[in-house]
T-cell receptor
Framework: DTEVTQTPKHLVMGMTNKKSLKCEQHMGHRAMYWYKQKAKKPPELMFVYSYEKLSINESVPSRFSPECPNSSLLNLHLHALQPEDSALYLC??????????????FGEGSWLTVV | QKEVEQDPGPLSVPEGAIVSLNCTYSNSAFQYFMWYRQYSRKGPELLMYTYSSGNKEDGRFTAQVDKSSKYISLFIRDSQPSDSATYLCAMSLGLSNQFYFGTGTSLTVIP
């Protein structure tokens, strides 16, 4: 079983709704990520938090707002999304340091449909 | 040129076959190499992780890295229908927060 837990597993929201995706990891990792994945495509990086600070924002529209309340938790707040934002949203974590053992672990994903 | 190239397939094999999945890359600084298995509508699951060149075996899976050719492979022996999934390769420089993914290869193992 994955040690990165995401909720909810499925979400349907209207274009005027506000919702949040949640992620939790208990591996002691200090880097956490949000990726977006469309069908038959690789994961596409959205945000990276390193030691609870936002370190990478890949020019993601402001309708996506990340939050890292502590080293184990990561949220993605969603507001006024478009139908083209429908995708699998993946949370991931890794050790936030150089050297051996740096690999990335994914959660099972939150499948988002915008109607 | 993309950092990581992976043949998308689809690849279809009979049960019990040996499967070979491959990725090539352009950045010779990559040091860490990963293979993920992804079932439909689920997150990628880490299968194998290797550092630098060489082979690593885990049960029916063998990961191979040839840094001189900038080429990595995943071999699956005695393939099973439950191996039917998309396989993603990924690489990193050894620096934190930077991971590069292939596009994934879709594999179907026919009973």
């Amino acid at each position: 079983d994955t040690e990165v837990t995401q909720t909810p597993k499925h979400l349907v929201m209207g274009m005027t709704n506000k919702k949040s995706l949640k992620c939790e990891q208990h591996m002691g990792h200090r880097a956490m990520y949000w990726y977006k994945q469309k069908a038959k495509k690789p994961p596409e990086l959205m945000f990276v938090y390193s030691y609870e600070k936002l370190s990478i924002n890949e020019s993601v529209p402001s309708r996506f707002s990340p939050e890292c309340p502590n080293s184990s938790l990561l949220n993605l707040h969603l507001h006024a999304l478009q139908p083209e934002d429908s995708a699998l949203y993946l949370c991931a974590s890794s050790q936030a340091r150089t050297g051996a053992g740096n690999t990335i672990y994914f959660g099972e994903g939150s499948w988002l449909t915008v109607v | 040129q993309k950092e990581v190239e992976q043949d998308p397939g689809p690849l279809s094999v009979p049960e019990g076959a040996i499967v070979s999945l491959n990725c090539t890359y352009s950045n010779s600084a990559f040091q860490y190499f990963m293979w993920y298995r992804q079932y439909s509508r689920k997150g990628p699951e880490l299968l194998m992780y290797t550092y630098s060149s060489g082979n690593k075996e885990d049960g029916r899976f063998t990961a191979q890295v040839d840094k001189s050719s900038k080429y990595i492979s995943l071999f699956i022996r005695d393939s099973q229908p439950s191996d039917s999934a998309t396989y993603l390769c990924a690489m990193s420089l050894g620096l934190s927060n930077q991971f590069y993914f292939g596009t994934g290869t879709s594999l179907t193992v026919i009973p």
